[in-house]
């Protein structure tokens, strides 16, 4: 059975920062991983993903220089470095594993959710 548990979220400022980790149980991140994001009465959005064998990775130009996604194979964690956060940063985040990635896009996700970790910048 394939778990997620996002971690990580909170309530900041404009300018702070946050760091979401994404573990993962029954599912080990070998290849593309996604960070996603959700915010009230909107689509869920792909923001940032990596291929884990080779560390290429995917950001959407609304976060490209203010968020960094790494892992820890050992730890089979995904993580979401968050600076300079702005209050249109606010939604729920998701990691998932993908079918796909690339430098310039972001693969569709698997039917695999955790429950979110929401973030919250205040302006």
């Known amino acids: 059975q394939v778990q997620l548990v996002e971690t990580g979220g909170g309530s900041v400022q404009a300018g702070g920062s946050l760091r979401l980790s994404c573990a993962g149980s029954?599912?080990?991140?070998?290849?593309?991983i996604g960070w996603l994001r959700q915010a009230p009465g909107k689509e869920r959005e792909g923001v940032a993903a990596?291929?884990?064998?080779?560390?290429?990775?995917y950001y959407d130009d609304s976060v490209k220089g203010r968020f960094t996604i790494s892992h820890d194979n050992r730890k089979n964690t995904v993580y979401l470095q968050m600076n300079s956060l702005k209050p249109e940063d606010t939604a729920t985040y998701y990691c998932?594993?993908?079918?796909?990635?690339?430098?310039?896009?972001?693969?569709?996700?698997?039917?695999?959710w955790g429950q979110g970790t929401q973030v919250t910048v205040s302006s």
């Open positions: 029954g599912y080990t991140f070998s290849s593309c």
């Open positions: 998932a594993p993908l079918h796909s990635c690339g430098s310039n896009y972001f693969g569709i996700p698997y039917n695999y």
């Open positions: 990596i291929y884990t064998r080779t560390d290429r990775t």
